[in-house]
């Protein structure tokens, strides 16, 4: 939470683009939710790697904004092309070509290490919260 905190008080952060396909992930959505209760400017993002996303979670975004809460999604180019783990790529890919910031929990191998891998090699800052 403080690396968030850090984000938002001194480096102006205002929008955070959140998933909800692992347990980072959730962990990172319920943080960034709290945090919206103190800083009702930041904005959340939730990027989805496949439409059925959604339509799992009750049919249409109304079901997932009341859930979990969100500002606005994002279903970004190419996601609908992939099989389910083909669109979780493009879908990081375009969380990496799209913010300046990732906050990760990196255990140095894995998909994790690839994203944040590829992050760094776009100058992307980021943030890993352990390495192992």
Do not use: W
């Amino acid at each position: 939470m403080e690396q968030a905190v850090d984000l938002i008080e001194n480096e102006d952060v205002d929008t955070f683009l959140v998933g909800e396909k692992g347990g980072f992930e959730v962990d990172a959505y319920d943080v960034v939710l709290e945090l919206q209760k103190e800083y009702s400017h930041i904005r959340i993002i939730f990027v989805i790697s496949n439409i059925t996303d959604l339509h799992e979670m009750g049919g249409d975004s109304s079901y997932v904004a009341q859930r979990r809460g969100f500002d606005d999604f994002i279903y970004p180019p190419k996601c609908e092309l992939g099989y389910k783990r083909l669109s979780i790529v493009y879908r990081n890919r375009y969380i990496i070509e799209n913010t300046d910031f990732i906050i990760a929990y990196n255990k140095r191998k894995g998909k994790a290490y690839e994203f944040c891998k590829a992050a760094k090699g776009k100058s992307v800052k980021v943030i890993e919260l352990a390495v192992k």
